[in-house]
Protein backbone atom coordinates (compact mmCIF):
# COMPACT_ATOMS: atom_id res chain seq x y z
CA UNK A 1 0.00 0.00 0.00
CA UNK A 2 1.31 3.61 -0.89
CA UNK A 3 0.59 6.57 0.73
CA UNK A 4 0.32 9.73 -0.63
CA UNK A 5 1.26 13.47 0.11
CA UNK A 6 0.20 16.64 -1.99
CA UNK A 7 1.62 19.76 -1.49
CA UNK A 8 2.34 23.20 -3.22
CA UNK A 9 -1.35 24.60 -3.66
CA UNK A 10 -1.91 28.25 -2.73
CA UNK A 11 -3.56 31.44 -3.60
CA UNK A 12 -2.26 32.94 -7.04
CA UNK A 13 -3.97 35.23 -9.62
CA UNK A 14 -4.93 35.00 -13.30
CA UNK A 15 -1.93 34.07 -15.12
CA UNK A 16 0.44 33.46 -12.24
CA UNK A 17 2.09 29.75 -12.30
CA UNK A 18 1.64 26.93 -9.33
CA UNK A 19 4.18 23.42 -9.36
CA UNK A 20 2.31 20.94 -7.06
CA UNK A 21 4.17 17.92 -5.69
CA UNK A 22 2.82 14.79 -4.43
CA UNK A 23 5.66 12.36 -2.26
CA UNK A 24 4.75 8.78 -1.63
CA UNK A 25 5.86 6.71 0.94
CA UNK A 26 5.18 2.72 1.50
CA UNK A 27 5.97 1.46 -1.70
CA UNK A 28 7.89 3.14 -4.52
CA UNK A 29 6.31 5.32 -6.90
CA UNK A 30 7.33 3.21 -9.85
CA UNK A 31 4.96 0.56 -9.01
CA UNK A 32 2.09 2.93 -10.05
CA UNK A 33 0.69 4.78 -13.17
CA UNK A 34 -0.39 8.23 -11.28
CA UNK A 35 -2.99 10.76 -11.93
CA UNK A 36 -3.67 14.30 -11.01
CA UNK A 37 -7.70 15.05 -10.45
CA UNK A 38 -9.32 18.12 -9.11
CA UNK A 39 -12.54 19.04 -6.83
CA UNK A 40 -14.30 22.33 -7.42
CA UNK A 41 -17.29 23.06 -4.63
CA UNK A 42 -20.08 20.90 -5.18
CA UNK A 43 -18.98 19.19 -8.14
CA UNK A 44 -17.30 15.87 -8.47
CA UNK A 45 -13.67 14.53 -8.98
CA UNK A 46 -12.65 15.43 -12.66
CA UNK A 47 -9.36 14.08 -14.37
CA UNK A 48 -6.51 16.47 -14.95
CA UNK A 49 -3.41 14.39 -15.93
CA UNK A 50 -2.36 10.99 -15.86
CA UNK A 51 0.92 9.79 -16.45
CA UNK A 52 2.33 6.09 -17.03
CA UNK A 53 5.16 4.51 -14.68
CA UNK A 54 8.24 5.53 -16.64
CA UNK A 55 6.45 8.96 -18.23
CA UNK A 56 6.35 7.55 -21.03
CA UNK A 57 3.00 8.33 -21.66
CA UNK A 58 1.12 11.05 -20.63
CA UNK A 59 -2.45 12.44 -21.06
CA UNK A 60 -4.45 15.78 -19.98
CA UNK A 61 -7.56 17.14 -19.86
CA UNK A 62 -8.28 19.33 -23.11
CA UNK A 63 -9.09 22.09 -20.85
CA UNK A 64 -5.41 22.46 -19.37
CA UNK A 65 -3.61 20.98 -23.08
CA UNK A 66 -0.44 23.48 -23.05
CA UNK A 67 -0.58 24.82 -19.41
CA UNK A 68 0.15 22.00 -17.36
CA UNK A 69 2.70 19.28 -17.41
CA UNK A 70 2.76 16.11 -15.22
CA UNK A 71 6.03 14.56 -14.67
CA UNK A 72 7.26 12.21 -12.14
CA UNK A 73 10.84 11.63 -10.55
CA UNK A 74 10.97 7.52 -9.24
CA UNK A 75 14.01 7.74 -7.97
CA UNK A 76 12.68 11.09 -5.70
CA UNK A 77 9.32 9.22 -5.19
CA UNK A 78 7.35 12.37 -6.27
CA UNK A 79 4.84 13.23 -9.01
CA UNK A 80 4.60 16.62 -10.54
CA UNK A 81 1.94 18.84 -11.58
CA UNK A 82 3.52 21.74 -13.33
CA UNK A 83 0.33 24.76 -13.85
CA UNK A 84 0.83 28.08 -15.61
CA UNK A 85 -1.36 30.11 -17.28
CA UNK A 86 -3.80 29.53 -14.53
CA UNK A 87 -7.44 30.65 -15.02
CA UNK A 88 -9.95 31.42 -12.46
CA UNK A 89 -11.42 27.91 -13.36
CA UNK A 90 -8.31 26.28 -12.54
CA UNK A 91 -9.78 26.82 -8.69
CA UNK A 92 -10.46 23.39 -6.71
CA UNK A 93 -8.63 20.78 -4.27
CA UNK A 94 -6.17 18.70 -6.37
CA UNK A 95 -5.79 14.94 -5.27
CA UNK A 96 -3.15 13.03 -6.67
CA UNK A 97 -3.63 9.39 -6.98
CA UNK A 98 -1.79 6.11 -7.92
CA UNK A 99 -2.98 2.46 -9.93
CA UNK A 100 -2.06 -0.22 -11.04
CA UNK A 101 -1.27 -1.43 -13.73
CA UNK A 102 1.80 0.94 -14.12
CA UNK A 103 1.10 0.98 -17.87
CA UNK A 104 -2.66 2.23 -17.63
CA UNK A 105 -2.45 5.84 -16.86
CA UNK A 106 -6.33 6.46 -16.84
CA UNK A 107 -8.61 9.12 -17.16
CA UNK A 108 -11.70 7.39 -14.14
CA UNK A 109 -11.32 8.20 -10.76
CA UNK A 110 -12.65 4.57 -9.86
CA UNK A 111 -9.89 2.75 -11.85
CA UNK A 112 -7.66 4.68 -8.78
CA UNK A 113 -7.14 2.77 -5.52
CA UNK A 114 -5.10 4.93 -3.10
CA UNK A 115 -5.30 9.04 -2.96
CA UNK A 116 -3.78 11.48 -1.41
CA UNK A 117 -5.32 14.29 1.07
CA UNK A 118 -5.67 17.19 -1.55
CA UNK A 119 -4.21 20.76 -1.42
CA UNK A 120 -6.01 23.90 -2.64
CA UNK A 121 -5.49 25.98 -5.41
CA UNK A 122 -7.24 29.50 -5.76
CA UNK A 123 -6.96 31.41 -8.44
CA UNK A 124 -8.68 35.11 -8.15
CA UNK A 125 -9.30 37.25 -11.33
Known amino acids: QVQLVESGGGLVQTGDSLSLSCTAS????????MGWFRQAPGKEHAFVAA????????DYVDSVKGRFTISRDNAKNTLYLQMNSLKVEDTAVYYC??????????????????WGQGTQVTVSP
Open 97 to 114: SATWPPWNAERIPNKYEF
Open 26 to 33: GRALSNYA
Open 51 to 58: IDWNGGTT
